[in-house]
């Protein structure tokens, strides 16, 4: 799987969204506290694009904020605390069309790709890759056109 990025595509879309104004994505962050000090430090690094409104360490917080704030993107540890992350990501694909679900975890195995893309995830994120992988779904979600392969998956591959 090769971890070449269009960077182009990502400023491009970036400068797109400077040009036009107010319109920077919002964030929900689910995850426990390491993984969120983690995140939040990459995301940094999207500041002119991106928003954190707000983040959440277990899923009953996730869904209150989700359903009170409804974000452009939420980003979602898979092995978030108190309760079934995935069950999450089906209700907020079912329940808030328009809001992003991308998961992201430690583990990186094609199982676990394959059930966060069949829950509603339109990406998953391997933590350690974050910033590239995250720059890819950026410049996804600006064509509001996600890449048949965005969660790093060919479900041919699965036995």
């Known amino acids: 799987m090769s971890n070449a990025w269009d960077t182009?595509?990502?400023?491009?879309?970036?400068r797109q969204c400077l040009d036009s104004g107010?319109?920077?994505?919002?964030v929900v962050v689910v995850d426990d506290l390491p993984g969120y000090?983690?995140?939040?430090?990459?995301?940094?690094?999207?500041?002119?694009?991106?928003d954190i409104v707000r983040r959440a360490t277990n899923i009953a917080d996730a869904l209150e904020?989700?359903?009170?704030?409804e974000p452009d993107l939420v980003i979602m540890n898979v092995a978030a605390?108190?309760?079934?992350?995935?069950?999450?990501a089906r209700f907020v694909y079912?329940?808030?069309?328009?809001?992003?679900v991308v998961m992201i975890s430690v583990t990186n195995s094609l199982r676990l790709r394959a059930a966060c893309l069949?829950?509603?995830?339109?990406?998953?994120?391997?933590?350690?890759?974050?910033?590239?992988?995250f720059e890819r779904v950026l410049a996804s979600r600006s064509s509001q056109?996600?890449?048949?392969?965005?969660?790093?998956?060919?479900?041919?591959?699965?036995?």
């Open 118 to 133: 069949i829950s509603g995830a339109k990406a998953f994120i391997h933590k350690p890759n974050f910033q590239n992988e």
């Open 8 to 14: 182009d595509a990502v400023f491009s879309w970036e």
């Open 81 to 88: 605390p108190s309760a079934d992350s995935l069950a999450l």
């Open 37 to 50: 000090l983690e995140i939040l430090g990459e995301l940094h690094r999207f500041e002119d694009v991106v």
């Open 145 to 159: 056109v996600f890449a048949p392969n965005i969660a790093g998956i060919d479900l041919g591959e699965m036995d």
């Open 65 to 69: 904020l989700i359903a009170t704030v």
């Open 22 to 26: 107010p319109s920077r994505i919002e």
């Open 94 to 100: 079912t329940c808030f069309p328009d809001v992003t």
